[in-house]
């Protein structure tokens, strides 16, 4: 695609039905999750569309079947894929509650997504500027000082 972080194609050792299945999957739970009743539909909708493949994949422990946290990981690079998967949660969960602003709820938690994986980039490397408890050596004057 171009675009840092986003990947167009799947590796060549994977199944592409199966990438195709966690596609048609993902977007027929989180459709479904607007439509229908969580308990008994969508949980039974997420045990068979989610539960089974996910199990599966887990299971057989073949590198043609990728989880669906590794088909995201592949697809999406991770600035999208923590807000879209935060927020989807909480307007979701806040549809199932009954909150009346539940999109509200879920930009909420996109925002949480998204600091979420911003700090954890951040934290993932040395601080470079440790507190070292002592004082800063003295800065010397640049060219443009008076």
Do not use: C
Request: hydrophobic letters at 50%; zero cysteines.
């Amino acid at each position: 695609m171009g675009l840092e972080g986003f990947h167009a194609r799947p590796p060549a050792n994977w199944n592409k039905w199966w990438i195709l299945l966690w596609g048609v999957s993902s977007v027929t739970l989180l459709t479904l999750a607007f439509l229908v009743p969580f308990w008994p539909w969508w949980l039974l909708s997420a045990a068979i569309g989610f539960g089974i493949p996910e199990a599966i994949s887990l299971i057989k422990r073949d590198d043609s079947l990728p989880p669906l946290t590794h088909t995201i990981r592949h697809f999406l690079p991770d600035w999208l894929a923590f807000p879209l998967i935060y927020g989807f949660l909480g307007t979701i969960g806040a549809t199932w509650i009954g909150f009346s602003r539940a999109w509200r709820v879920g930009g909420l938690f996109a925002l949480l997504g998204w600091l979420t994986d911003h700090f954890t980039q951040t934290y993932a490397h040395p601080d470079p500027f440790p507190f070292t408890g002592r004082e800063p050596p003295e800065a010397k004057p640049g060219p443009l000082a008076l």
